[in-house]
Antibody, heavy 116, light 108 residues
Framework: QVHPVQSGAEVKKPGASVKVSCKLS????????MHWVRQAPGKGLEWMGG????????VYPQNFQDRVTLTEDTSTNTAYMELSSLRYEDTAVYYC?????????WGQGTLVTVSS | SYELTQLPSVSVAPGETAMITCGGD??????VNWYQQKPGQAPIRVIY???DRPSGIPERFSGSNSGNTATLTISRVDAGDEADYYC???????????FGGGTKLTVL
């Protein structure tokens, strides 16, 4: 069974960067596509980017393209999401999710709080 | 960019049928996935490829898709179905994944 496990909660100051990890078990990063989704308090799900097999590369929505970097370490089977130039409105729960047919396995979520 | 529209809330009595809609331009041409999210929990996929159910999802959950509207139907609703529901598609024009704004299902 595919099981992503994410790193713990973070508190960051405006302008800083945060890097969230997502360690995968039950499969390998080379066999699936990993994506990231965030959810601000009381808000809906927002896709942040991920690997697209059709494009054979990582794709980002325009509103995150300049600030998000998604990377993978296949030696440890861990994916990373780094968000830079943090703003108060980046306070949210960040999820990693594997994609086969839709997002089929989700991490438990990582709360990132941006506060001065 | 492609957009999906969902009503913010739907209410239904126990035992009745809930229909949660997702609107998008020619969404009938796309494969739609649906997710259920309960408070404090990560989403779970309840429908994929329009009307397929992952293992463990009750047969009460079904999907349909035609024209500009996709629908998640939950029959014989019970209190355990109370949650937020999100539709999602893959936009082939730019490889983006798109979520609807979510619908809060309240069981009266």
């Amino acid at each position: 069974q595919v099981h992503p496990v994410q790193s713990g909660a973070e508190v960051k100051k405006p302008g800083a960067s945060v890097k969230v990890s997502c360690k995968l078990s039950g499969t390998t990063l080379t066999e699936i596509s990993m994506h990231w989704v965030r959810q601000a308090p009381g808000k809906g799900l927002e896709w942040m980017g991920g690997f697209d097999p059709e494009n054979d590369g990582i794709v980002y929505p325009q509103n995150f393209q300049d600030r998000v970097t998604l990377t993978e370490d296949t030696s440890t089977n861990t994916a990373y999401m780094e968000l830079s130039s943090l703003r108060y409105e980046d306070t949210a729960v960040y999820y990693c999710a594997t994609e086969s047919i839709g997002f089929d396995s989700w991490g438990q979520g990582t709360l990132v709080t941006v506060s001065s | 960019s492609y957009e999906l529209t969902q009503l913010p809330s739907v209410s239904v009595a126990p035992g009745e049928t809930a229909m949660i809609t997702c609107g998008g331009d020619n969404i009938g041409d796309k494969m739609v996935n649906w997710y259920q999210q309960k408070p404090g929990q990560a989403p779970i996929r309840v429908i994929y490829y329009v009307n397929d159910r992952p293992s463990g999802i009750p047969e009460r959950f079904s999907g349909s898709n035609s024209g500009n509207t996709a629908t998640l139907t939950i029959s014989r609703v019970d209190a355990g179905d109370e949650a937020d529901y999100y539709c999602q598609v893959w936009d082939s024009s730019n490889y983006h994944r798109v979520f609807g704004g979510g619908t809060k299902l309240t069981v009266l």
